[in-house]
């Protein structure tokens, strides 16, 4: 049997894909609660819908296979059984206090028919103005009274369209992240849903690297697959180096062609957020890179040995050790914005390090890096440009927005 999962390569040719189509949760983000749900900007919803089309048709027409997480979460839902088992792991993490609310919530998510259409209304969030609100005298909870001005009983899911950060598809298995901010970390619920109970996944038996209850953070966009033998993650605001350790064991446990990680120190500023924001694989031999990055960029070597693991840094330059660990006489980083330093600080906040590959030198971006995209046709690489002035208000590009299920090795 084929497995649904074939991920050894962040350049192989892209067959299967699965993104999400952004929805009303992005209606639901207000100016006073950005910070809550990591936005800087609040999207215009049917642009920033048209512009998903956009880059959906673009996959599509380069072959790729598109699946939806929407689609796929509703077909799980296949009998009331399978509704209250998934609305009950919602429920959990709502944070909501009081009893007699979360039945309420419970029934008014069961009334909904349509499995698609109740996905969907999860991912919105709900708002109070949705229920009838019993009077604040049953309000017994403090936490209640206090927040009984918030909109909210439950939160949107308004990142949900970056599909590679709550799981990451490494050889045939899956990486179940524990994500940074607690806005993000509901969202791996609908993953944990699909690699379960979906039968594309639920046949194969999923193997999982990770799992969405473990301790410390770590999140898909600091995950990256250069070979069949190295894996690249990056230590940011978002994964920390326990997490790295935990995975890299169980990496080497149970996908044997895998031999090496390599621990990128990006730092925790914000404007880097995730390794593949300031460095992506666009051919055998070749990279974007933020420069900002390169100077006080430290990388660290995770190897098999003798049944364990050998860890030391790296002391040579990214050029040297990519060439080392990919067995390439050398390579070449297309530098984001190139030497402008205003250029790469600006194409960098919009996502021009962050391009998804479809094939050995040939990538999507945003049409909107200009200086990048110019750099990038320059060094040979081949550009699907696609449009993103709303989409990129969420900070995340088109790698950021796609899960990778098969690639050609």
């Known amino acids: 049997m084929t497995k649904p999962i074939q991920l050894f390569s962040e350049i192989g040719r892209l067959k299967t894909v699965m ?91 069961m009334s909904i028919k349509d499995p698609r259409v109740l996905i969907d209304h999860t991912m919105a969030g709900l708002k109070k103005n949705e229920l009838t609100i019993p009077p604040r005298l049953n309000l017994t909870s403090l936490t209640s009274l206090v927040e009984e001005s918030y909109p909210f009983l439950i939160d949107p899911m308004p990142n949900l369209y970056f599909t590679r950060d709550p799981f990451a598809t490494i050889g045939n298995s899956v990486s179940m992240n524990r994500m940074y901010a607690p806005t993000r970390r509901r ?34 966009g600091d995950q990256l697959i250069l070979s069949d033998k190295l894996v690249a993650i990056g230590i940011s605001q978002r994964t920390e180096v326990a997490s790295i350790e935990k995975i890299a064991q169980t990496i080497f446990d149970t996908e044997p062609s895998f031999e090496h990680i390599l621990a990128f120190n990006i730092g925790e500023e914000r404007k880097f957020m995730h390794l593949d924001t300031v460095f992506t694989m666009v051919d055998v031999d070749k990279f974007t890179i933020h420069p900002e990055i390169e100077g006080e960029l430290s990388v660290y070597s995770i190897s098999k040995h003798q049944g364990g693991v050998q860890i030391f840094e790296e002391r040579d330059t990214l050029e040297n050790i990519l060439c080392r660990y990919l067995d390439l006489p050398e390579v070449a980083l297309i530098r984001c914005g190139g030497d402008d330093l205003t250029a790469a600080a600006r194409e960098q906040w919009n996502d021009g390090s962050n391009t998804l590959a479809i094939a050995p030198g040939e990538v999507v971006v945003y049409d909107r890096n200009i200086v990048t995209n110019q750099l990038l046709k320059s060094a040979g690489v081949k550009l699907n440009e696609v449009p993103g002035s709303e989409l990129v208000r969420g900070r995340g590009g088109p790698r950021c927005m796609s899960m990778p299920f098969v690639r050609e090795v």
């Open 19 to 109: 993104l999400h189509r952004p929805g009303v949760e992005l209606e639901n983000l207000m100016p006073d609660y950005l910070d809550r749900f990591l936005f800087d900007d609040i999207p215009f919803l049917q642009q920033a819908q048209k512009e998903h089309d956009f880059f959906a048709d673009t996959l599509r027409k380069n072959d790729v296979q598109v699946l939806y997480l929407e689609d796929l979460a509703a077909e799980t839902l296949v009998s009331s059984e399978a509704k209250e088992m998934f609305l009950n792991s919602y429920l959990d993490e709502a944070m909501i206090q009081e009893d007699f609310m979360r039945k309420e919530v419970f029934d008014f998510f």
């Open 187 to 220: 969202e791996t619920l609908y993953g944990n849903q699909i690699f379960h109970h979906h039968p594309l996944f639920a046949e194969n038996q999923t193997n999982f690297l990770y799992h969405r209850d473990d301790t410390t953070r770590i999140e898909g």
